[in-house]
Structures are given as structure tokens and as C-alpha cells.
């Protein structure tokens, strides 16, 4: 691979990359039920609406769920597949394989979002418990749906919270699954944002 080839393979990754966060981001904020007029919400908002509003005309929501965003989710990493795949001099496969390997990437991707973001929770409860800071209000209202769970199937410690250990060990279990669903679909880790 030459060295033109590899940058624009970095660079159409990171770009691609950073939009396929923002748009799941988004969703995932509107599935917890965030607070829209967080700066941070609305810097989303903004930022993915361009891609967003031509897509939701043909694909309405359902139940609440923005399937818009997930659609365009798919689509970009879809993009990031058939671009990585082109600038390697690789053939495409069918459009199913693609399409599989696209869903495998966006749910891989959510899952290193909740990994990420759990683990800044747990640094910012150490560093700055009572931070009224915009991202960790988002950080907060995006984790604790989850944690919520798992919190309530523990017995009271004493004001310790182990429920993220609960929660690493069901992401490292959903990871090591799509890293053998991927496996089982010929997939190469390097081609999909998530994986």
C-alpha cells in the first residue's frame, strides 16, 4: 500500500469515524431521553441534522425511536466499509455480507460508546463527584438507564457502587461475541468503525 493510499484510507476513516459517534450519539440520547437543550445535545443536534432531517421524510420514527438516524448510522458505516475496500484494491462483497458487516459495526460501536463512557463516570466520581459540568449531566443521563439494573440486583454495600463491574463484564461478553460473529462473516476488524 503506498503512503497516499494509507492516508487517505486514515483520513476518510477519522472523518467517517467522528460522524458515524455524532449520529449515535444523538440516538442514543434521544433513546435515554437526554436533555435536548444541553449545549452538548444541541451542538449534536446541529451538527447531524444535515444528514438527518433528508432521511427522516422517508423514514419515520417509530415508538419514540429516531430509526432515521439509525439508518444513517448503517449508511456511513456502510460508506466507511466500500471506501476502505476500494482504496485497498479489494473487491466488494454481495450486498447482504455488507449490509451485516454494517449492523456488526454500528452495535460493536455502541458498545465501545457505553465502555467509554462508563469508564469516564467512574474516573469523574473519583476527580469531580459534584461537577455540574454539561457532558457529565449527558454522561450521566446516557449511563444510568443502564446501570440502573444492575444497581437494583445488588445488595446495598454501604455507598459502594459495583454495579459497573457488572456492567464491563456484560460489554466484555457482547465484544467477544461480535468479535466471533464477525469472524464467522469472513470480516476483517481493520474495515468496520466499531470492532
Not at 448510522?73 to 476502505?84: C, E, H, R, Y
Request: charged residues 5%.
Amino acid at each position: 500500500m503506498g503512503a497516499l493510499t494509507e492516508i487517505a484510507s486514515y483520513l476518510a476513516q477519522t472523518v467517517l469515524t467522528l460522524a458515524l459517534i455524532a449520529v449515535l450519539l444523538r440516538f442514543l440520547l434521544q433513546v435515554v431521553r437526554a436533555d435536548f437543550y444541553n449545549p452538548i445535545s444541541q451542538f449534536l443536534v446541529r451538527l447531524t441534522n444535515p444528514l438527518v432531517l433528508p432521511l427522516r421524510r422517508i423514514v419515520p420514527g417509530l415508538g419514540g425511536l429516531d430509526l432515521s438516524c439509525l439508518l444513517l448510522a448503517l449508511l456511513l458505516q456502510l460508506a466507511a466499509i466500500v471506501l476502505l475496500l476500494m482504496l485497498h484494491g479489494a473487491s466488494l462483497p454481495n450486498p447482504a455480507l455488507l449490509m451485516a458487516w454494517s449492523a456488526l459495526g454500528v452495535v460493536g460501536l455502541v458498545v465501545n460508546i457505553y465502555f467509554f463512557a462508563l469508564l469516564a463516570m467512574i474516573i469523574i466520581s473519583w476527580v469531580a463527584p459534584a461537577s455540574r459540568h454539561p457532558a457529565l449531566l449527558l454522561l450521566f443521563q446516557l449511563t444510568e438507564p443502564v446501570m440502573a439494573p444492575f444497581r437494583r440486583m445488588l445488595p446495598n454495600m454501604g455507598g459502594l457502587d459495583f454495579s459497573p463491574i457488572l456492567v464491563f463484564i456484560l460489554i466484555n461478553i457482547i465484544q467477544i461475541a461480535l468479535r466471533h460473529m464477525a469472524a464467522g462473516m469472513a470480516l476483517h476488524p481493520a474495515l468496520v468503525i466499531g470492532i
